[in-house]
């Protein structure tokens, strides 16, 4: 069941109380049998002591009617005795006298207590044994008295109801207290909760509340969230105003020329312009493949799709692909594979496309008349590194600490490029856990890929 915070609250701490009070009954109820019963065994044995002197000084007669009468009504119970001299021999009292359970021998002025049945009636009796030099009797003799027990039962159960009735009360009135403690230590939450229902859906601000110290930590949490929310709508924002600035002036020209080829009536003039507007297509659908794997790579979560990968191999076999067109272009590409290859886990997808993005920026800025790409991938203890090297005209010191940055281009000098592809690689390498920056080289650009081997396949 799905019990609010204040219910459980309440029952934890009401039910122990309502537990410890029932035992405390039992034990109070214990108590007041135990207290009972010795403050009628303590009036049975005066009344067996008076008994016995009465009896002497009426040379052993029975009691009178008028004192009998006087003990029952301050005991609350009817007295019964009986009095037996030396050898048994009946002296005076009531016959059929409850019998005493054991043999042992009572000892003289010492009182024996024990629980019977007279006519089918619980009671408790009392025997005590004394010596009296008197002709009368001659001897020792012996007083059982025996009282029924209602009313002492009566008493027991009075004081326990007693006392379990000022329990209840306590436990009730504790219940009322806790209640409105309760209460009143969750009105900082309930107003948290008031706060937070009266934002609006774009208030991110972060809540300035005063709560109490316990539940700080859940603003602190909160407010961190927000500002998470706040940075990654701002970088929406950001990213789809730049993918809107930078889409916008392909689909331009793409629009001009087709406008131009339109009104261009010579053939040749016409394939030109179609030439143009192919080109111009070519460079939109990049851009929009660029900003589209940007997107799969932030939004991908880490593990998501893992699989067993030999990064030498992968290295190998997109170099073999792009091989061809790098040597028509004179350009020279190299691999280097240092250590013993071990199995990483990753998605082959990205990892791909982060090397196909490093290898293109080589290429297209690092390589444009020509050159050596050089790709190195180095396995050590624990991580493996992958190392994209070309001998241009590298990147310049003002741009080193932004070159990672989306719509950022490393060179202005008239290539086409949209400055997503290192933006690409770094969330990929951050996907993976990994890191990516720019190295130090004498001439050209050195882009390091490190990756964690933790948890590979050996």
């Not at 809540?207 to 969230?225: F, G, H, Q």
């Not at 993918?243 to 030109?272: F, M, S, T, V, W």
């Not at 920026?361 to 190392?387: K, M, S, T, W």
């Amino acid at each position: 069941m799905n019990r609010s915070l204040r219910s459980r609250l309440f029952l934890l701490i009401v039910l122990p109380l309502v537990v410890v009070a029932g035992f405390a009954a039992v034990a109070r109820y214990v108590m007041a049998e135990r207290t009972s019963q010795t403050l009628y065994d303590n009036t049975l044995l005066a009344v067996a002591l008076a008994i016995s002197r009465d009896v002497v000084l009426s040379e052993g007669d029975l009691l009178s009617e008028q004192l009998l009468e006087s003990l029952t009504q301050t005991l609350g119970d009817a007295i019964y005795y009986e009095v037996t001299g030396p050898g048994g021999r009946f002296v005076t009292g009531y016959t059929n006298s409850p019998p005493q359970p054991g043999t042992e021998e009572i000892a003289s002025g010492v009182p024996a207590f024990f629980d019977a049945e007279y006519f089918d009636a619980p009671v408790r009796a009392v025997v005590l044994r004394e010596f009296i030099p008197e002709p009368q009797f001659g001897g020792w003799v012996t007083v059982k008295v025996w009282q029924t027990v209602r009313q002492r039962d009566a008493l027991s159960l009075q004081l326990a109801m007693e006392a379990s009735t000022l329990m209840a009360v306590v436990i009730v009135a504790a219940g009322a207290f806790v209640w409105f403690g309760i209460n009143f230590g969750l009105r900082p939450l309930l107003q948290l909760r008031e706060a937070v229902e009266r934002r609006s859906q774009d208030d991110l601000s972060p809540i300035r509340r005063t709560v109490p110290r316990e539940v700080k930590s859940l603003v602190r949490a909160m407010n961190a969230l927000f500002r998470q929310l706040s940075d990654a709508f701002a970088a929406r924002d950001a990213f789809i105003s730049n993918a809107a600035h930078q889409l916008r002036n392909p689909i331009a020209a793409i629009l001009a020329q087709a406008e131009a080829a339109e009104a261009a009536p010579p053939d040749a003039d016409l394939r030109g312009r179609v030439s143009e507007v192919a080109e111009a297509a070519r460079r939109t659908a990049r851009l929009t493949q660029q900003l589209l794997s940007l997107e799969r790579a932030r939004g991908l979560p880490p593990g998501s799709s893992e699989e067993k990968i030999e990064l030498a191999k992968l290295a190998a076999d997109i170099l073999r692909g792009r091989a061809a067109a790098a040597l028509l272009r004179g350009i020279d590409v190299s691999l280097d594979v240092a250590g013993e290859p071990v199995l990483i886990r990753g998605d082959p997808v990205l990892l791909g496309e982060a090397l196909e993005n490093l290898l293109d920026n080589a290429i297209r800025y690092g390589c444009r008349d020509g050159g050596a790409v050089r790709v190195a991938v180095g396995f050590e203890p624990g991580i493996v590194r992958l190392a994209v090297e070309d001998d241009g005209p590298g990147v310049l010191t003002k741009q080193r600490d932004r070159i990672f940055e989306r719509f950022q281009r490393g060179v202005d000098d008239g290539v086409e490029g949209c400055g997503l592809g290192l933006a690409i690689v770094r969330e990929i390498v951050d996907r993976h856990g990994g890191h990516v920056w720019l190295g130090d080289t004498p001439g050209g650009a050195r882009f390091v890929i490190e990756l964690p081997i933790a948890g590979a396949a050996e």
